[in-house]
T-cell receptor, first 111, second 114 residues
């Protein structure tokens, strides 16, 4: 059974720092991995989707990497801003219509 | 604007009562999904539908029911059989429900038990 873990559960950093969020999964047979952002009491916004054949994806200040063999993904946020404060969730697709989510990392960027 | 709408934003349920959460999308997507999110946890799949008049159970379908009579709509009923319904419910859609697609999420409905 696929399990997805995100560490740390919460992270607080000063504005302007670069930071890395971690996601690990137990079964390397995945189709893709997605990173989502969730603001308090809101739905999810897709940030990046990495197909299983890809190693990384970039969007603006965000860069996500995927290492299937080790069951790991990282989300790198450059030059963090207070507006980046949110919960970040990763999810792996390990079957059709089958997204398995991690518990999320609650990120706080301090001005 | 294309997107997914969920209503109501907050819903209160009394003991023994069935309640229905609405989800509508105008993205012309074939596939729709319902997830449940508990505090500090990731999302868990309740039901999904790839096409009108067809739907499949997810990981935690017990105590829930759905219908898919129209492509745009995928309502979720939380029945009295669901003993712990307090949670945040999220609806999502994707283009066809096949592999490797991005899912787009609605704003969610928070269900509370009186």
């Amino acid at each position: 059974k696929q399990e997805v873990t995100q560490i740390p559960a919460a992270l607080s950093v000063p504005e302007g720092e670069n930071l890395v969020l971690n996601c690990s999964f137990t079964d390397s047979a995945i189709y893709n991995l997605q990173w989502f952002r969730q603001d308090p009491g809101k739905g999810l916004t897709s940030l990046l989707l990495i197909q299983s054949s890809q190693r990384e994806q970039t969007s603006g200040r965000l860069n996500a990497s995927l290492d299937k063999s080790s069951g790991r993904s990282t989300l790198y946020i450059a030059a963090s801003q207070p507006g980046d404060s949110a919960t970040y969730l990763c999810a792996v697709e390990s079957g059709a219509q089958k997204l398995v989510f991690g518990q999320g990392t609650r990120l706080t960027i301090n001005p | 604007d294309g997107g997914i709408t969920q209503s109501p934003k907050y819903l209160f349920r009394k003991e023994g009562q069935n309640v229905t959460l609405s989800c509508e999308q105008n993205l012309n997507h074939d596939a729709m999904y319902w997830y449940r999110q508990d505090p500090g946890q990731g999302l868990r799949l309740i039901y999904y539908s790839q096409i009108v008049n067809d739907f499949q159970k997810g990981d935690i379908a017990e105590g829930y029911s759905v219908s898919r009579e129209k492509k745009e709509s995928f309502p979720l009923t939380v029945t009295s059989a669901q003993k712990n319904p307090t949670a945040f419910y999220l609806c999502a859609s994707s283009e066809s429900g096949r592999y490797r697609e991005t899912q787009y999420f609605g704003p969610g409905t928070r269900l509370l038990v009186l």
